[in-house]
T-cell receptor, first 112, second 110 residues
Framework: ETGVTQSPTHLIKTRGQQVTLRCSSQ?????VSWYQQALGQGPQFIFQ???????GRGNFPPRFSGLQFPNYSSELNVNALELDDSALYLC???FGIGYEQYFGPGTRLTVT | GIQVEQSPPDLILQEGANSTLRCNFS?????LQWFHQNPWGQLINLFY???GTKQNGRLSATTVATERYSLLYISSSQTTDSGVYFC????????????FGTGTLLAVQP
């Protein structure tokens, strides 16, 4: 059984650029959640996708958007990057809403 | 919204020592999880424990939902236990988003 995977591992972007992060959910999981973790803080919920539909969103601006594909993998897109977007981005998958979440290794984004 | 506080914020132990980490919630606990974040950032699932007590090797956890707290016990600590420990509770009705605590930074010295 393959766990949650994320790509890329590290990424450096310039302010104003756009970025796409990818997540493959664990086999059998149909729900993917994305979190942002700034240095020294706990992860903050960005949004969740359940069966290809957005199912809840945290306090993040519209330039953070996402997709979930028929195979339940997911993308996080961030437009007009700001310096404060520098963080570790984590995705988690679960068997369904309300089930235990399992996290990927994360993508470390640096915005200069 | 729900607030999650963890204590202590930092902890230094000698190898072999025992410790207790605490997680307090401002609202009802719902499907609580404990995680260990290693130095590379990977969040490793330790326990999924809405209530009661569970044990896994040297680790055990207890959640008392009616009193809005959870405890993580680490016995006979090892240097590989070092890292940040987070508790998180599910919140938000139809969205099972996790609300994370502030974390406990544990350093186990040889």
């Amino acid at each position: 059984e393959t766990g949650v995977t994320q790509s890329p591992t590290h990424l450096i972007k310039t302010r104003g650029q756009q970025v796409t992060l990818r997540c493959s959910s664990q086999s059998g999981h149909n729900t993917v959640s994305w979190y942002q973790q700034a240095l020294g803080q706990g992860p903050q919920f960005i949004f969740q996708y359940y069966r290809e539909e957005e199912n809840g969103r945290g306090n993040f601006p519209p330039r953070f958007s996402g997709l979930q594909f028929p195979n339940y993998s997911s993308e996080l897109n961030v437009n007009a990057l700001e310096l404060d977007d520098s963080a570790l981005y984590l995705c988690a998958s679960s068997f369904g809403i309300g089930y235990e979440q399992y996290f990927g290794p994360g993508t470390r984004l640096t915005v200069t | 919204g729900i607030q999650v506080e963890q204590s202590p914020p930092d902890l230094i132990l000698q190898e072999g020592a025992n410790s207790t980490l605490r997680c307090n919630f401002s609202d009802s606990v719902n499907n609580l999880q404990w995680f260990h974040q290693n130095p590379w950032g990977q969040l490793i699932n330790l326990f999924y424990i809405p209530s009661g007590t569970k044990q896994n090797g040297r680790l055990s956890a207890t959640t008392v939902a009616t009193e809005r707290y959870s405890l993580l016990y680490i016995s006979s600590s090892q240097t590989t236990d070092s890292g940040v420990y987070f508790c998180a509770s599910y919140y938000g009705g139809a969205t099972n988003k996790l609300i994370f605590g502030t974390g406990t930074l544990l350093a186990v010295q040889p």
